[in-house]
């Protein structure tokens, strides 16, 4: 039997060494492929990545510490090795664009709460584009009617104060009673290099995970105020597109702050322990326009010091001038960790909502708010057409080199530049960006 089994076994073992070295052929066949296109740059680009350190990283070794800088690649944003393709590299792919909505669909989806149209629509307002600008002014004209019922709500306070972290737990609060929630960050734009960070979402892991809320932000622009310019209409898109509660973070420098307070119902002052004595709290122009002061980070060992700062600005407000007719500011302390405080404070503002409406403060806020807007456009509108007027842009430089030079002062440049600046001319020169 053993003989006669012979002859089958060994067709089995020639078979399977054929297999065998025919992977083994394949694979090396593929290897040289491989390398032949990485050499001729159709798989990857020709430039490789090099990795820097940073100047601030430690020049001895630490195996706690570990930080490179890897260059990126022209033209592709992903600067993952597997994720380049290279038809995208050598333009053999066009890569799609998104349809352009029209006013329709614009207002279709803001009225229907579809987050992207929304998200859309709100980056249409931020957009400088003058065509850009007559689209959106057209889509927020037809919001118009759904706008105007929500509780806007301001947020302010110095950099580190927790407003981030109370803000997600006031709107998880506020989301579990059955609110709509929408978040409106301002970040700071860097002077230098014209950017932001936008990373406010990041510390609201929980609340930008929910269906209930929606977070959105923005630069500030360099905005005097901590508020973007374009936070109204992005306000207004907020409302109509049902959320009924808008909070509004501010950049938080502390002392200009009265942009938001011309647009909120509410606005409420985040601070934190030993942030001066009385009378450096009274100096503080920020705590006349604070209908709350809210002592944030009670807890823990940090629980004494904020009731004796609690103390503290509930002496300073006896010095200041109440910032809403008939409603006496007060003190109040929130840990936005233990979740503490947050009831109280939340009744405090339906109180102020309530009183405001029956007392007629606030219908008259907010048409002193429309007010304000509509001079805030004039004087955005104005200066716009003044610096890109050509016959300003052709003189400008002139006017720059004799300041400089002592030939004439600050004050003669600014009457030679308004002088030859005609109105009616600049205007006919630029077509109104009002006009459909």
Known sequence: MLVKAAPFFLRKVRRYISYLALYI???????ILRNLLWKGGRILPEKRYTVSKPTWVPKKDDPKF?????????GIKDTTVGN???HIKDGTMKIKSR?????????????EGNRSILSRAITLIESNSSRHFKL???????LLPQTGKALRIGITGVPGAGKSTMIEALGNMLCDEGHRVAILTVDPTSSVTRGSILGDKTRMGTLSRRQEAY?????????LGGVARKSRETMLMCEAAGYDIILIETVGVGQSETTVRSMVDFFMLVVLTGAGDELQGIKKGIMELADAIVVNKADGDNLMRAKVARGQFERMIEFIRPATPGWPTHAYMVSSVKKTGLDELWKVIC?????????????KRRESQLLDWMHAMIDEHLHNLFFEDPVIRGRMPGVKHAILSGVISPTQAVGELVGIFDVQRAAARQESIFTK
């Not at 052929?25 to 290897?31: E, F, L, N, P």
């Not at 352009?100 to 009225?111: F, I």
């Not at 002014?137 to 037809?142: A, K």
């Open 25 to 31: 052929v394949s694979g090396a066949i593929y290897r």
């Open 66 to 74: 570990a930080c490179g800088v890897m260059s990126g690649i022209d």
């Open 84 to 86: 380049i393709n290279p």
């Open 99 to 111: 349809r352009m909505l029209t006013e329709d669909d614009y207002v279709r989806g803001v009225t």
């Open 136 to 142: 959106a002014q057209r889509v927020l004209q037809r």
């Open 215 to 223: 977070i959105r932000p923005s630069p500030a622009g360099g905005t």
């Open 351 to 363: 109180a102020f909502q309530k009183m405001t409406q029956d007392s007629g403060v606030w219908t």
